[in-house]
């Protein structure tokens, strides 16, 4: 039992120390910026001095940690807040509210995001010999995990990769498919699994996202969709459900209006252009659903966006 508590101690210390590293290793390269995208496919760091109000943005199959500070991430009627001590990992595509909620001058929020792709998950499992998901429910495409040693002492060296961009090609592939592994084997392998699993119901509804991202423009049956699934309509709808925490119809409607959002602020859009491509046939019920789920009317809200790109309050 001592010799368990002690090897646990170890473990605590060593996890403490690659944390600090990991800590270096981002501000290091955030120094003059707030985000970074680097040449490392895939991968993004992220530093703010202060809290940041809620915003809304769209989570990619991805897994982000953090080195300090923490994270709030708001998914339905979920809330999952991730630190130094936890990972964030999304399995599909997933619309969320997000807020920076512990940073300062002093000790600014650091985090990384690595995004990957679903079939390389699937090759993995393959290639690892890793057991099938057992059949179940699908779940959350989101969840919080506990960060391990393993799991930080990769993205620090992904990162150490920047110094020497030559070398990325190469290493860069070899590490994200560690990292990948580790989270395959983690306490939310499981999860991942499942929805990499070919034919998994977890992995039908992927599908439909899918063809949801790109075709949010279009009118969309669900009877359709369930169909492209393999499910009955009403199985189809909890499945989506329990997977994203908004029906389709809801997924569909926040997929509109991110894209119209993106329209309006890097296309130089009007509301009613932006509206019209993205589906909307009535501006009056864009508007009101848009100033619903930003909390402003268009006009007020890209403005707002504007500022604070450009530096304002």
């Not at 961009?165 to 983690?186: H, M, N, S, W």
């Not at 499942?194 to 790109?214: E, N, R």
């Not at 329990?242 to 509301?271: F, I, V």
Request: glycine share 6%.
């Amino acid at each position: 039992m001592k010799n368990n508590t002690n090897q646990r101690d170890l473990q605590g210390a060593g996890l403490a120390g690659a944390t600090g590293d990991l800590n270096r290793a981002i501000a290091r390269w955030t120094e003059q910026r707030e985000v970074y995208a680097t040449a490392v496919p895939g991968l993004s760091l992220f530093r703010r001095e202060a809290p940041t109000e809620p915003i809304s943005g769209m989570y990619e199959p991805s897994v982000c940690l953090v080195s300090q500070g923490a994270k709030r991430v708001l998914l339905g009627d979920d809330t999952y807040v991730y630190d130094a001590h936890h990972y964030l990992i999304t399995s599909v595509h997933l619309p969320t509210i997000v807020q920076v909620i512990e940073a300062s001058p002093e000790k600014p929020y650091l985090g990384l995001r690595l995004k990957f792709d679903l079939r390389e998950v699937s090759q993995l499992m393959v290639d690892s010999n890793l057991p099938q998901p057992r059949p179940q429910q699908s779940s959350r495409g989101m969840a919080t995990g506990e960060v391990t040693l393993q799991l930080v002492n990769a993205f620090i060296r992904l990162i150490d990769l920047l110094a020497d961009e030559k070398d990325i090609p190469i290493l860069a592939p070899v590490i994200q498919r560690e990292i990948i592994y580790r989270l395959l084997v983690g306490d939310q392998g499981e999860r991942l699994r499942q929805i990499a699993t070919a034919g998994s119901q977890s992995q039908q509804i992927a599908k439909a996202i899918g063809w949801l991202h790109s075709n949010y423009s279009q009118s969309v049956s669900m009877d359709e969709l369930a169909a492209q699934a393999n499910m009955s309509t009403s199985t189809f709808h909890h499945h989506f459900r329990s997977l994203t925490a908004l029906s389709p119809l809801q997924y569909q409607k926040q997929l509109r209006l991110q894209e119209a959002r993106r329209l309006m602020l890097a296309e130089r859009l009007d509301a009613a252009n932006a509206a019209f491509q993205v589906g909307y046939e009535s501006p009056s019920q864009f508007s009101r659903e848009y100033n619903r789920m930003f909390g402003a009317p268009p006009v007020r809200d890209i403005a707002k966006l504007r500022l604070t790109l450009d530096g304002g309050i």
